[in-house]
C-alpha cells in the first residue's frame, strides 16, 4: 500500500517457487513483510495473521484469522486488492477467496466477497477502486441486448452488486444503447448468498418499458450480475416479495446467465 493507505502500489519480485503451493507460500510471506520502498506499506498487516490455505483447482482459499475483520473500509478493500492481484500471478491460480476464522468474509455492508480475480481489482485512484464491470442494454428495437464495459470507482461503502445495478438503473451514456429498466426503478436491497443474488426492487420494475421485451429487462439485470465473481443465479423480489409474473414471463424462479438474446452472441 502507499503511505497514505490510500492505494496500491507494486514492486518487482523473483520468485523461488516452483509449484503453486511453494508460490503461494512464499508470496503471501512476502506480502506480510515490510517493503524494499520504505515509503510503502507492507500488504497485509502486522495484526493479521493467515492461518491456513487450500487450493481447490483453479482456486485459492486464504483463512485470516479474527484480526481482520477489525480492518476499516478502505485498507480492507486495498488488503484485498494487493492480496488477489498478487495470488493470480501464480499459474494455475484464477481465483481468490478469503475466509475469517473458517467463515467467508464479509465486508462491512454485511455482503459475502466471494470469488475475486485479477480483474476484480483494475487500478487505484486516491482511495478507490477502479472496478471493471460488464452491463447489458437493450438494444435501439427493445428485442435483444448489447454489452458494453465501464469503470466504476468501488470504495467498500457499497455492494458491487448495487453499483451495478445502479448503472442500469441510470442507463447507457453509449451511443446504440438504450435503457433496459423502467423509469423509476429503485433499488431496494441486494445480497448475494451461496452463488445466488438477490435483488429486491420497488414496485415501478414491473412497469415495463415500451418496446423493450420482458426477456431484455430481466436479463439486462441477470447478465450483468452473473458477469461479477462469485454470483451464478439472481432471485428477484418486489418490495421484499416474491412476484409471479413480469409480463408474460414467470418471474419468481432463479435465473441463470442468458446470452442468446445478446447481439454479440447472435
Known amino acids: 500500500m502507499d503511505s497514505k493507505t490510500s492505494g496500491?502500489?507494486?514492486e518487482g519480485y523473483s520468485p523461488y517457487g516452483v509449484t503453486k503451493e511453494e508460490l503461494v507460500v512464499e508470496l503471501l510471506q512476502v506480502l506480510q513483510s515490510d517493503p524494499k520502498n520504505m515509503v510503502y506499506k507492507r500488504a497485509i498487516p502486522e495484526e493479521v495473521t493467515i492461518k491456513d490455505f487450500t487450493i481447490t483447482n483453479n482456486q485459492l482459499l486464504i483463512n485470516f484469522d479474527t484480526n481482520y475483520s477489525q480492518l476499516s473500509e478502505i485498507p480492507e478493500v486495498l488488503c484485498r486488492a494487493t492480496v488477489v492481484k498478487t495470488m493470480c500471478q501464480i499459474p494455475g491460480?484464477?481465483?481468490?477467496?478469503f475466509n475469517v476464522n473458517g467463515q467467508l468474509l464479509i465486508d462491512s455492508n454485511g455482503v459475502q466477497t466471494g470469488l475475486m480475480t485479477s480483474e476484480f481489482f483494475i487500478e487505484n485512484t486516491g482511495a478507490e477502486i477502479n472496478y471493471k464491470?460488464?452491463?447489458?442494454?437493450?438494444?435501439?428495437?427493445?428485442?435483444?441486448?448489447?454489452?458494453?464495459?465501464?469503470?466504476?470507482?468501488?470504495?467498500?461503502?457499497a455492494p458491487i452488486e448495487e453499483l451495478v445495478i445502479n448503472q442500469l438503473i441510470n442507463g447507457p451514456t453509449e451511443i446504440g444503447l438504450y435503457a433496459s429498466i423502467p423509469n423509476g426503478t429503485t433499488l431496494l436491497n441486494v445480497s448475494t448468498k451461496e452463488s445466488i443474488c438477490y435483488v429486491d426492487f420497488n414496485e415501478k420494475f414491473l412497469e415495463k418499458l415500451p418496446d423493450v421485451t420482458d426477456e431484455v429487462t430481466i436479463y439486462s439485470v441477470v447478465n450483468s450480475l452473473v458477469e461479477l465473481p462469485g454470483i451464478n443465479k439472481v432471485q428477484f423480489r418486489i418490495n421484499g416479495k416474491s412476484v409471479e409474473t413480469f409480463g408474460n414471463t414467470s418471474f419468481d424462479v432463479l435465473?441463470?446467465?442468458?446470452?442468446?438474446?445478446s447481439e454479440d452472441n447472435q
Open 93 to 97: 491460480i484464477d481465483f481468490v477467496l
Open 133 to 157: 464491470v460488464t452491463l447489458y442494454f437493450a438494444n435501439e428495437t427493445g428485442d435483444s441486448l448489447k454489452v458494453t464495459s465501464r469503470n466504476i470507482f468501488y470504495t467498500g461503502a
Open 8 to 10: 496500491i502500489v507494486s
Open 255 to 261: 435465473f441463470e446467465r442468458n446470452l442468446s438474446i
